[in-house]
Structures are given as C-alpha cells and as structure tokens.
C-alpha cells in the first residue's frame, strides 16, 4: 500500500465536450471564452485526441474529436451527429453580458439573453458545435 494520498489532478467535475471539428472548436474556446491551453495530445491521423483547457473564470474543459469508431469504449458523441445534447455547462462568471457577448461575437447562438433573476444574472448559448452553456453571475446593479 503506498503512503501518498490521492490527489485529484483536476476539479472534481470536469466537462469532456466531444465534437466534430477538434482543430477548429479549440481555436473557438480560445477565443470566446478567453482559455489557455493546459495540455494538449493530437492523433497521428490529425483528430484532436484530447486538450485541457482552463477558461478565463478558472473553470476547466476537456475537449476532444469525435472517435465514432471507438463509440463501444468512448461512449459519446458530438451534438452535431445526435443533433442535439443532454446537458448544459454551467459557466459562474463576474460579468454575464461579458461573456455572452464575446461567444455571439464568435459564433455562439445567444438562446437566451442575460438577464436578472431572483438567483442573479442569467444567459443561455449554444456554441458553434452544438453545446450549450448557462453563463451566471452577479445581477446588474
């Protein structure tokens, strides 16, 4: 038995988001979502195998190509193939409007604009490769 404690290297929860044009929607996280590139492992056929990204609030993404041929081990697959997705990531930000405008200026489809509600301020998008993000934060004053 080893005497070192488990230490998770991420956020207990950590989104993998799975889509059509790795190359492309890492360029795209970049930019709307002001993100660094922590670590990064492309496939000798040119697919993105997997990148970590941080995103300007701090939150982390894993992002990765679609692998329709490993879908029995992988288990996902983009929201442009099911054309749809079964979940929202939520986003806790300091400046809602912010980041909603930074996505749409890239691409993303504002589905809900920012608002204040009882919990705060609050946004919905859907990202050019079909994931949606709540984006919260502070009401405005």
């Known amino acids: 038995m080893s005497d070192q404690t488990y230490t998770p290297p991420d956020p207990p929860v950590v989104p993998y988001l799975c889509v059509s044009r790795g190359h492309e929607a890492l360029a795209w996280y970049l930019r709307a979502f002001a993100a ?36 029995d081990m992988v288990g996902v697959r983009p929201p ?25 200026r890239e691409g ?19 990202d050019p490769f079909g994931h949606v993000w709540s984006v919260t934060g502070p009401k405005v004053a």
Not at 80 to 104: F, P
Not at 108 to 126: C, N, S, T, W, Y
């Open 36 to 71: 660094t590139e922590d670590a990064r492992f492309d496939m000798e056929d040119g697919r993105l195998g997997h990148v970590r990204l941080t995103l300007e609030n701090s939150g982390v993404v894993y992002l990765a190509d679609d692998f329709p041929e490993m879908f």
């Open 80 to 104: 442009e193939v099911v054309r749809s997705t079964t979940m929202t990531v939520c986003l806790a930000v300091e400046d809602v409007d912010r980041w909603i405008d930074r996505a749409a």
């Open 108 to 126: 993303a489809q504002v589905i809900r604009p920012a608002q204040d509600e009882v919990f705060g301020r609050h946004g919905k998008l859907r």
